[in-house]
Every structure is written in structure tokens, then in C-alpha cells.
């Protein structure tokens, strides 16, 4: 049963097929993954693509993902199709630029970051905040596991991006919401009430604001929501263009497609033209965002708009430029010390991975790759609380490189820098659960075990024991029933 408060507001939001919304709010939530394919080039098969992302694939049903090995590997990750279209609106506004620095302020556990990870490119840099401990480890793992090395992942309240005035090009904020847009849950239900919604529109705008600052003057905010709510999207978003003198930036929408063949039920909205698009354009006091609805679309409930940051600003100290972050002015008092790239971390590491110079240091005892210059890294670890500064490449023990799991994951591991192993799917999942690996003919020593051609870890092959080098903390803890078919 859907909250009688919320069936009395949808039936007179001018946009939406209240009918209609209720009737696929009912039904089941497709599935959806988005293909890593800086490590799957394989043909996709078999599975309809989502309309508005080209690495993006509907599954016939929901998988047991956490039995594949692939999923592990970052080969793909199980993400909503709605919210792909993040993807597809930073393509659309950032289109010909490169080097950017982008934030997302909100990101576990993994979905747009990951995302936004492969579109920024080996040249770019991905902040990835959570503001939540435990979330943000999480957000480190899907981090890890994508692998592309140009990701630092941040704990952090919004309020401390002030300490970087001025420094990003853009930024992502998937807002905490209502959860509207995930009624199909009774979960999201049981959580909902007008009381709550009204405190997520006071939470966003206060989140958005705080990290305002930071933004770049000319740069972009994209701003997402999984709710339905005016009051959480295209009120919040008219009123930060108000406050901030924003300007809205319109999208080209995916022409419509027929959805009747894939999802029965779907209907067709009382707004639709021929040629036009599933999704909704939501227009308020000027400004423009886009609606994702169930049974128009199908993926799960979602609003998203874009504003561009007005080039001139007031002066004041919380608009003050980031003239040359060399310099190291203005430090927010987080760290003291500053890294500087290592010669001889640098020589161990050119063998093995595709790492410039001018990011390979030693940091806390350990090689580690940064995911963008040092003195870049530097100036902003002064200010943040990083958790994940990059991709570890490893630790030397009595002169011996022991290999982290972090260059396993990452597409910059260079190929044959490792003796390599394949598994099968038992001993595949064998090695992901901790267990004893039963494997002959092994090369003894560090070794890179594969499924399919991806990497999965290390081991160390002793000649009598085989140890295990996959995290502790990511082991596959349930059992795994028989009988399972493979998604890719």
C-alpha cells in the first residue's frame, strides 16, 4: 500500500500519469548492469541495451550476482538504468574537454562514481566522497574493483569542500532523498512520510550549498534525486538557481522507444508526442530537469538537472582562486606532510603498471600510484580525509614486492607482469571465499589467478600450501547454491 499522502500529490503534478506510475510501481523493478569496458570487450548478447547508455545492459531477471566471479573482477557493475543517465548528461555538457577535475559528493556505494570513473578518462580526476564511515569503505571497494586508478575516495562532511575554493569542474550530487522513486520496496515505503520528505529538501539544499564553493565559476552541478517529490527536485534546483544566479542547461533526450515488447503493461503518458521522449521534462521558474517514471521507462524512479555556475562572483574570502596548488597556501590543517613522487618507488613500479612518474610515492610504508600528480594529491589530502589515495601497488618485505589487491583490480597492471593462473568457476569461487585451493601444474611464487581472462588476485603458490591474497574483507560469506548461470 503506497502512502495516501503521497497518491493525493502525484495526482496533481501535471507531469506525471498517476495511474499509471501506481500500476508499474506495482510490478517488479528491472535489472540493469553497466559494462567495465576497459576490462569486458567482449561482444554483449542477448541483452537489450539501456536506451541512454551504450555500456548499459537490461537483464531478463535479477541474478545471484554475488556468485559471480566477474562481479568481483569489476567486469560490471549492477547499477539502475535510470540513474545511468547521470552518465549520459555529464557526456552531453562536459563534451570535448579533457583534464577535469570532477567531485561526486555522494557517492557510495559506487554506481555514478564508477561511472563517472571510465568517462573522465586516465587524464581527468575523480573526487568520491561519502560522508558515512561504513559507506565509504564500501565506496572504496567498487572503487578498487573498477580499477582505473584515477580515483581518490574522500570521508568527508560537504562543508569541507569549502577548503577547495574554486577547484572542480564539476560536480555530481545524488542527493539523499525520500526514496519515492523506490516504492516497489516496502522498505522505501515504510521509511516514507511527508514529515521526512520535507527534512531531505532542508538536508539537500544545505549539502548543495555547502560544497557550492568549490565549484569552478562556469562549472557545472549535476544534481539527482530517486524521488517524484517538487519540493526534493525542481523547487530545490529553481531555488539554488535563485540564490546563486545558476543558469539551467538543457539536454538532448533519447528519442521515444516502444517499451510494450519488453514490458508489458507499460502505458502511454497523455503528454507523449511521436518522436518525443520516455522520459519527462520537468520545467519550473526557468529552470529545467528531467523525470524518469515507471511505466514510461524502465528503470526506477529518478529526477536529474544540471545548473552552470555564473562566471562572475562576488569577492570574498569563500570565493578566493586556486591560483597554483603548488604552493600549498591555505591548508585546511588535515595533513602535514606533503608527497613527493619516489625515484625508487617508481623503478620497482614501471614493470608492472602504466603509472607516470610523477604520481609513484611511498606512502605509509607502501608504493602507491596516486590518482592524479603528488602535489596535487597533496594539496588536496591537506584538506580531506582521504581513505583511498589511488591504486596500491604493493609493499616491499625483505626486498620482495608482495603485490596488493588494488593492482590486481587495476586496467594499468601491464600484461605478463605477473606468472598467470586461470580457474574454473569451483575454484574461481574457491579463491573468493578464502578456501583451499586445489589447483596442480601452478607455477610456484607470487601469481595472478584469472576467470575467463580477468583478473581476480594473488596468491602465493609455497609448492606445499597455496596462500590466498584476496581482502579478508570482501570474502564471499553466503553459500552458494547450485545450479547458477553466468550473466556475461
Same mark, same amino acid.
Given at each position: 500500500m503506497l502512502p495516501s499522502e503521497f497518491l493525493e500529490r502525484i495526482r496533481t503534478q501535471a507531469y506525471i500519469d498517476s495511474v499509471g506510475l501506481v500500476k508499474a510501481l506495482s510490478g517488479p523493478a528491472a535489472t540493469s548492469v553497466r559494462i567495465n569496458v576497459r576490462k569486458w570487450s567482449q561482444q554483449i548478447n542477448g541483452y537489450e541495451r539501456v536506451e541512454w547508455e551504450p555500456d548499459g545492459?537490461?537483464?531478463?531477471?535479477?541474478?545471484?550476482?554475488?556468485?559471480?566471479?566477474?562481479?568481483?573482477?569489476?567486469?560490471?557493475?549492477?547499477?539502475?538504468?535510470?540513474?545511468?543517465?547521470?552518465?549520459?548528461?555529464?557526456?552531453?555538457?562536459? =563534451?570535448?574537454?579533457? @583534464?577535469?577535475?570532477?567531485?561526486?559528493?555522494?557517492? $557510495?556505494?559506487?554506481?555514478? /562514481?564508477? #561511472?563517472? !570513473?571510465?568517462?573522465?578518462?586516465?587524464?581527468?580526476?575523480?573526487?568520491?566522497?561519502?560522508?558515512?564511515?561504513?559507506?565509504?569503505?564500501?565506496?572504496?571497494?567498487?572503487?578498487?574493483?573498477?580499477?582505473?586508478?584515477?580515483?581518490?575516495?574522500?570521508n568527508a562532511d560537504p562543508s569541507r569542500f569549502a577548503l577547495l575554493p574554486d577547484?572542480?569542474?564539476?560536480?555530481?550530487?545524488? =542527493?539523499?532523498?525520500? @526514496?519515492?522513486?523506490?516504492?516497489?520496496?516496502?522498505? $522505501?515505503?515504510?521509511?516514507? /512520510?511527508? #514529515?521526512? !520528505?520535507?527534512?531531505?529538501?532542508?538536508?539537500?539544499r544545505r549539502i548543495v550549498m555547502e560544497a557550492w564553493p568549490s565549484l569552478k565559476p562556469g562549472g557545472i552541478l549535476i544534481y539527482s534525486t530517486c524521488t517524484f517529490n517538487p519540493a526534493e527536485n525542481e523547487e530545490n534546483i529553481a531555488w539554488l538557481a535563485s540564490v546563486a544566479g545558476a543558469r539551467s542547461l538543457p539536454v538532448t533526450l533519447p528519442d521515444a522507444k516502444s517499451l510494450s515488447a519488453t514490458l508489458p503493461g507499460v502505458r502511454s503518458h497523455p503528454g507523449s508526442i511521436p518522436g518525443g521522449s520516455n522520459i519527462v521534462p520537468i520545467r519550473f521558474s526557468g529552470i529545467e530537469g528531467y523525470g524518469f517514471h515507471p511505466g514510461r521507462i524502465?528503470?526506477?524512479?529518478?529526477?536529474?538537472?544540471?545548473?552552470?555556475?555564473?562566471?562572475?562572483?562576488?569577492?570574498?574570502?569563500?570565493?578566493?582562486?586556486?591560483?597554483?596548488?603548488?604552493?600549498?597556501?591555505?591548508?585546511?590543517?588535515?595533513?602535514?606532510?606533503?608527497?613527493?613522487?619516489?625515484?625508487?618507488?617508481?623503478?620497482?613500479?614501471?614493470p608492472l603498471a602504466t603509472f607516470g612518474s610523477e604520481r609513484v610515492v611511498m606512502l605509509n610504508g607502501k608504493i602507491t600510484a596516486l590518482a592524479t600528480e603528488a602535489a596535487l594529491s597533496s594539496f588536496i589530502g591537506e584538506r580531506l580525509p582521504v581513505i583511498k589515495w589511488g591504486t596500491m601497488i604493493g609493499e616491499l618485505k625483505k626486498n620482495d614486492l608482495v603485490p596488493a589487491h588494488d593492482i590486481a583490480m587495476s586496467v594499468r597492471m601491464r600484461e605478463g607482469a605477473w606468472p598467470v593462473f586461470p580457474l574454473s568457476l569451483e575454484q574461481a569461487l574457491s579463491y573468493l571465499r578464502l578456501e583451499p585451493l586445489k589447483v596442480s601444474s601452478m607455477p610456484e611464487g607470487r601469481v595472478l589467478v584469472t576467470y575467463r581472462g580477468v583478473p581476480l588476485g594473488f596468491v602465493n603458490n609455497l609448492g606445499t600450501r597455496v596462500n590466498n591474497g584476496y581482502p579478508q574483507g570482501w570474502r564471499i560469506r553466503m553459500e552458494i547454491p547450485p545450479g547458477l548461470e553466468e550473466i556475461l
Open positions: 545492459f537490461y537483464l531478463p531477471g535479477r541474478p545471484l550476482f554475488t556468485a559471480d566471479p566477474l562481479f568481483h573482477a569489476g567486469v560490471y557493475y549492477p547499477q539502475e538504468s535510470s540513474s545511468m543517465f547521470a552518465g549520459e548528461m555529464f557526456r552531453q555538457l562536459t =563534451a570535448g574537454k579533457d @583534464g577535469l577535475r570532477v567531485l561526486d559528493l555522494c557517492g $557510495a556505494p559506487g554506481g555514478k /562514481s564508477t #561511472h563517472l !570513473a571510465h568517462l573522465v578518462g586516465d587524464d581527468g580526476l575523480l573526487v568520491a566522497n561519502e560522508v558515512i564511515r561504513s559507506r565509504a569503505a564500501v565506496l572504496a571497494e567498487n572503487i578498487t574493483k573498477w580499477g582505473t586508478g584515477n580515483v581518490m575516495v574522500t577547484f572542480f569542474d564539476v560536480i555530481v550530487a545524488d =542527493a539523499p532523498c525520500s @526514496g519515492e522513486g523506490m516504492f516497489r520496496s516496502p522498505v $522505501a515505503v515504510s521509511e516514507w /512520510s511527508v #514529515h521526512n !520528505a520535507r527534512l531531505c529538501s532542508e538536508r539537500q524502465r528503470g526506477e524512479g529518478f529526477f536529474i538537472a544540471a545548473l552552470r555556475k555564473p562566471e562572475a562572483l562576488l569577492k570574498g574570502p569563500a570565493h578566493t582562486r586556486v591560483k597554483d596548488y603548488r604552493k600549498g597556501a591555505g591548508s585546511g590543517g588535515h595533513r602535514k606532510e606533503s608527497l613527493k613522487p619516489s625515484k625508487e618507488a617508481f623503478a620497482l613500479t614501471a
